[in-house]
């Protein structure tokens, strides 16, 4: 089986774990086969050397990948993403599809079509095409919806509580299909736009949010309930600043702020296809995580999945220059590697 080193400046190869200098990556077939000084890095058959930033490849956990371009994002450094919805029919095939290594783009866990309420979000959205929401009217027809989309693999079931734009969904339809997602062991992620839409989500047992709460500012107590609750939030604060300071972006990167400082968990993710969202890594997503008081190793947890260790997924991206000490370097990826293949150079 063949093997390709990457040799760079420095490594860091993952949470907790210590800057490597002059460090490579072996990978071998589809995996990492090593990782750590060059100067013990096992016989390659391919050698690609620079004075890179060497890191895992990032996962954006919140895209609608029907309205953005495969490629670009793959050449950005996201070597995988998280559709949080799209029809059923188009969007299960194509993640089937990138999983594949000869797949030009990134590799996509979809969730398929959102539940949500009779009318409800995102169903009449002009973003959204016909059949990106499950609509549902009572607890027994969420519960179906959730049935009927768990039998497609998804990676989550999403849920609409969306109460500025329509109807949402009641608590009891919420509880039920958290419920029976639950009891498939799926994750529930919630939209939550409007007030209280938050304390419903918690609630009815949602596991992560898909925003970082805008539309008002969570009380402490909410904050603390979603961290002793084990709620996950997904960051996508540049899709309310576009590179401006806006008051919804200031309100969520203060609820970001002081959820991340109760010690909940932080996911990056940018809501690609909505608005003028770049392929690849948003560095200005990493930017508001910084505002949020994330320091750079958290912010890098954040934008990745897994570890340069043997064994390990084999996606990489090199960087020209050191994130560490500049954080714009997340925008210069010079080299990617998907699945142990070299996908751009």
Known sequence: MARLLVQGAVAWRGPDEPLVPDAAVVFEGSRVAYAGSARHAPDADEELVGGWFLMPAAVDHHVHIGLA???AVLAGGVTQVRDLGWP???VFPLADIST????DGPAIAACGPIVTAVGGYPTRSSWGP?????????????AAAVLRIA?????????ALNTEVGPGLTDGELVAACETAHERGLTVVAHVQGEGTTERALGAGVDELAHTPWTERLSDGVVAGLVRGGVRIVSTLDIHSYGRITPDLRRAVDNLFRFHGA????????????GPIPPGIDVREAQHLAAARLEVEEILTAMTAWSLHPGARGDLI???GDPFEDLDALGRVALVVKGGRLVLR
């Open 100 to 103: 594949g290594t000869d797949y």
């Open 263 to 274: 010690g909940g968990t932080v996911l990056y993710g940018t809501d690609l296809g909505n």
């Open 88 to 90: 059923p029919e188009d």
């Open 318 to 320: 090199a960087l020209d």
């Open 151 to 159: 039998e497609q693999d998804p990676a989550a079931i999403k849920v």
């Open 130 to 142: 016909p059949g990106i929401g499950a609509e549902v009217s009572g607890p027994e027809e969420a």
């Open 69 to 71: 371009d495969p490629r």
